[in-house]
């Protein structure tokens, strides 16, 4: 088998990762010292050393932190020329607000740019996952197509019927299970996603291979939900090659979404909040164990509160002394885990596009001609990608 057009790309992705593997393969939040500090404990000191100022600077500027790197690490800079995307937005297809009525304003912005990316639409129209139906009403305005929403929560799909019907949106939104494996979807249509999440939107690339679907543009998103395995598994043949550690598991794969732009500076904090008491109770303790991810409500309460939570969650009975010590502990944990963090934020966005360049390898080696790149501004949203594929009857499969 030859390597298709998007091979180079990946397999250059795939070296870089692996040159860095050690930096973004360390989680600071579970290792009071990343591997990698014994060979560059330079390194180590300057990003323990940044103040709150510098901090705050560099958490949501990856780029700017690389640069800033290139005395020990020369070659991450190299990663910004490697996640570079064709800019595939078009005219913005998003609903007037007179016609949106009850739409999250930032859902009827995003939902407008992956239309407007995608224009022509000349082919009836599957919204996959579609909620309440605003990308399908979206498509439908935009394409005077048929369009029909697909969704397993069934009050979400009669929420968004009743919404259909107020403003007056001819769309069909039916309950189903996508993940089905007796699901058989009608053919010649376009299957659209916006942000289903992991082992959703892989079942809509599987799925629309298999059935060979003219043209399938979905934006992924969460890749590690829904997950069909505990670890990776490349959806291409040509993927297998890669070079990083395998088993790779999931749950540090999730790297590459940990960045938003819709999150508020009160969700910021109680976030904060969360982390430095979690910490504090493990201080509590002479090695961490299981601990359910606890409730936003539960931060605008008092560490007390938390350790109270956790010992339910965990059938254990802290006592009360040394509180007020551990939770200041779990604050300067927190300080540390930050800073290391750092250097795992330059990984998520080359980390995201490893991933869904496997995607395109698929859809390659089954015949497509394939489009990636970004639908819109990182602003509108960080999950920007866009991967867009027409079935080509003179191009072979790749067997």
Same mark, same amino acid.
């Given at each position: ?8 790309a990946?397999?250059?992705l795939?070296h870089?990762?692996?040159?860095h593997e050690?930096?973004w393969?360390?989680?600071p ?15 180590y ?5 940044l103040?709150?100022a510098s901090l ?12 800033s ?6 070659d991450l800079?190299?990663g ?15 609903l007037?607000e007179?016609a949106a009525s009850?739409m999250p304003g930032?859902?009827r ?21 579609c ?11 935009a394409?005077e197509?048929s369009?029909?929403g697909?969704d ?10 009743a ?6 949106h001819?769309v069909?939104?039916k ?7 007796l699901l ?7 299957w ?13 690339l599987?799925q ?13 998103c969460?890749y590690?939900l ?12 040509q993927?297998a090659?890669?070079q990083?550690q395998?088993?790779l598991p999931?749950?540090?794969?999730r ?6 732009a819709?999150?508020? #500076? &009160? !969700? @910021?904090?109680q976030?904060? *909040?969360?982390? $430095?008491?979690r910490? +504090?109770?493990f201080?509590?303790?002479p ?11 539960l931060?605008?309460?008092?560490f007390?509160?938390f350790v109270?939570w956790?010992d339910a969650?965990? #059938? &254990? !009975? @802290?006592?009360?002394?040394? *509180?007020?010590q $551990?939770?200041?502990q +779990?604050?300067?944990?927190l300080a ?11 990984f998520?966005?080359?980390l ?11 859809l390659?080696e ?11 501004d ?6 920007n990608?866009?991967l ?12």
């Amino acid at each position: 088998m030859g390597a298709t057009p998007g091979f180079a790309a990946w397999q250059r992705l795939d070296h870089w990762l692996k040159a860095h593997e050690p930096f973004w393969s360390s989680v600071p939040f579970n290792e009071p010292e990343p591997a990698w500090a014994k060979n560059h404990p330079e390194l180590y000191q300057w990003l323990l050393a940044l103040d709150d100022a510098s901090l705050s600077q560099f958490q949501p500027a990856p780029l700017a932190l690389a640069e800033s790197l290139t005395s020990w690490l020369p070659d991450l800079a190299a990663g910004v020329e490697l996640i570079q995307m064709d800019d595939l937005s078009g005219e913005s297809a998003a609903l007037p607000e007179s016609a949106a009525s009850g739409m999250p304003g930032r859902k009827r912005l995003q939902a407008g740019a992956l239309t407007g990316s995608l224009k022509p639409l000349d082919r009836p129209l599957v919204d996959w996952c579609c909620g309440a139906g605003h990308l399908a009403a979206t498509l439908h305005q935009a394409s005077e197509q048929s369009v029909t929403g697909l969704d397993w929560d069934a009050a979400l799909v009669h929420k968004g019927l009743a919404w259909m019907q107020q403003q007056g949106h001819g769309v069909a939104l039916k309950q189903q299970d996508v993940l089905d494996p007796l699901l058989v979807l009608p053919q010649a249509h376009h299957w659209v996603a916006l942000h289903a999440c992991g082992g959703l939107h892989r079942r809509l690339l599987q799925q629309g291979i298999a059935q060979q679907a003219p043209r399938l543009s979905f934006s992924p998103c969460c890749y590690s939900l829904f997950a069909e395995t505990p670890d990776w598994q490349p959806l291409s043949r040509q993927a297998a090659q890669t070079q990083l550690q395998r088993p790779l598991p999931w749950s540090l794969l999730r790297l590459a979404v940990q960045q938003t732009a819709t999150a508020a #500076a &009160r !969700q @910021t904090r109680q976030r904060r *909040r969360l982390r $430095a008491w979690r910490l +504090g109770y493990f201080s509590l303790y002479p090695a961490r164990f299981a601990l359910a991810s606890a409730p936003a409500s539960l931060a605008s309460e008092d560490f007390n509160a938390f350790v109270a939570w956790a010992d339910a969650q965990s #059938a &254990r !009975q @802290t006592p009360a002394t040394h *509180r007020s010590q $551990a939770e200041a502990q +779990g604050w300067q944990q927190l300080a540390r885990i930050e800073r290391l963090e750092l250097l795992r934020h330059c990984f998520r966005r080359p980390l995201e596009i490893w991933l869904v360049r496997d995607y395109q390898l698929a859809l390659e080696e089954a015949g497509y001609i394939t489009r990636l790149g970004c639908f819109c501004d990182p602003q509108l949203t960080p999950r920007n990608l866009l991967l867009d594929a027409i079935k080509s009857p003179s191009i072979p499969c790749h067997d």
